[in-house]
C-alpha cells in the first residue's frame, strides 16, 4: 500500500513553466512504475507520462518534447517537469502507482494555464 501526494500545480502563463512533484508515502525503490494523469472539465483522465522503475519513459504525443518525467528515489519522489505549458494543459493532474491488484492515486494538483 502506498499513499501518494502531489503537489506543485497552479496558475502560469501560456509558455510558462511548472514542476509536479509526487511524494509517496514509502521507498519507490520497487515500484515497478508510477505516471502522471491529468483530467481536464468534461473529459476523461488520460495518461500524460509513465517511468519505469528502470528509469524508460513514455508520454503523450500531446506532451512530448514539453514535459520530462523523472524520478528521486532518496526521496520517494517522481516529478513532472513541464514547459512552454499550453492552454489546453489545464486540468487536474494525479499521480498514480499501478498494481496487480489495484491502482493507487493522489488527490491530485491542479494546473491552470493561462491565455
Known amino acids: 500500500q502506498v499513499q501518494l501526494v502531489e503537489s506543485g500545480g497552479g496558475l502560469v502563463q501560456r509558455g510558462g513553466s511548472l514542476r509536479l512533484s509526487c511524494l509517496a508515502s514509502r521507498s519507490i525503490v520497487r515500484i515497478t512504475g508510477m505516471g502522471w494523469y491529468r483530467q481536464a472539465p468534461g473529459k476523461e483522465r488520460e495518461l500524460v507520462a509513465f517511468i519505469t522503475r528502470g528509469g524508460n519513459t513514455n508520454y503523450a504525443d500531446s506532451v512530448k518534447g514539453r514535459f520530462t518525467i523523472s524520478r528521486e528515489n532518496a526521496k520517494n519522489t517522481v516529478y513532472l517537469q513541464m514547459e512552454n505549458l499550453k492552454h489546453e494543459d489545464t486540468a487536474v493532474y494525479y499521480c498514480?502507482?499501478?498494481?496487480?491488484?489495484?491502482?493507487?492515486w493522489g488527490q491530485g494538483t491542479k494546473v491552470t494555464v493561462s491565455s
Open positions: 498514480n502507482v499501478p498494481t496487480a491488484a489495484v491502482d493507487y
